[in-house]
């Protein structure tokens, strides 16, 4: 079975670019949720979404970030205007309400210039 | 608020010693609790997870116990491995598995020496 994928892998880009990072969870899953992993601050959920319907947004860190999930296969979280300080990991996880934790992808790292 | 506190790395072990990494909590309700294992360059696996007080998870030779009396869940393994070196994240979560984000400890990066 594939697991939830995350693209890209790594991503470079300059401070002010916008940055749009993309999740499709694991078929049938009815929660995502995105984090952030930094070395000061662990890790970070910043939102999480049910039946494709944003349900807690408290952790996204300033305006500058924006998610979406258009439907049961797709999700970005996206920056802009992106800073250094936005560096991290970030991973995406789905799970299927009362049957077990959450599974994640593989992250993406975002280095900002 | 809730929160997780791990014991701060790198735990560096020779092969075949015995492993304990410490995880308390503080958490608002009733958590179930969790590990997850992070190999280099990879997202997060669930290693073994507890819901109740005084549930024993298990998995790949490592345990965890419950305990309520004490808010911890500390992670044990009899014998350690060169391939169990990873960062290992203790975690809570409230309300019905699958629903809601986790909390996460800062992580323990553990060094397994042949």
């Known amino acids: 079975d594939a697991g939830v994928i995350q693209s890209p892998r790594h991503e470079v880009t300059e401070m002010g670019q916008e940055v749009t990072l993309r999740c499709k969870p694991i078929?049938?899953?009815?929660?995502l949720f995105w984090y952030r992993q930094t070395m000061m601050r662990g890790l970070e959920l910043l939102i999480y979404?049910?039946?494709?319907?944003?349900?807690?947004d408290s952790g996204m860190p300033e305006d500058r970030f924006s998610a979406k999930m258009p439907n049961a296969s797709f999700s970005t979280l996206k920056i802009q205007p992106s800073e250094p300080r936005d560096s991290a990991v970030y991973f995406c996880?789905?799970?299927?309400?009362?049957?077990?934790?959450?599974?994640f992808g593989d992250g993406t790292r975002l280095s900002i210039l | 608020g809730n929160s997780v506190t791990q014991m701060e790395g790198p735990v560096t072990l020779s092969e075949e010693a015995f492993l304990t990494i410490n995880c308390t909590y503080t958490?608002?309700?009733?958590?179930?609790l969790f590990w997850y294992v992070q190999y280099p360059g990879e997202g997060l696996q669930l290693l073994l997870k507890?819901?109740?007080?005084?549930d024993k998870g298990s998995n790949k030779g490592f345990e965890a116990t419950y305990r309520k009396e004490t808010t911890s869940f500390h992670l044990e393994k009899g014998s350690v491995q060169v391939s169990d070196s990873a960062v290992y994240f203790c975690?809570?979560?409230?309300?019905?598995?699958?629903?809601?984000?986790?909390?996460f400890g800062k992580g323990t990066h553990l060094i397994i020496q042949p």
């Open positions: 979404f049910n039946n494709n319907v944003p349900i807690d």
């Open positions: 996880a789905s799970t299927r309400r009362g049957e077990g934790p959450q599974h």
């Open positions: 078929s049938g899953h009815d929660y």
């Open positions: 507890a819901t109740k007080a005084d």
């Open positions: 958490a608002t309700g009733y958590p179930s």
């Open positions: 975690a809570l979560k409230l309300g019905r598995i699958g629903a809601d984000g986790l909390t």
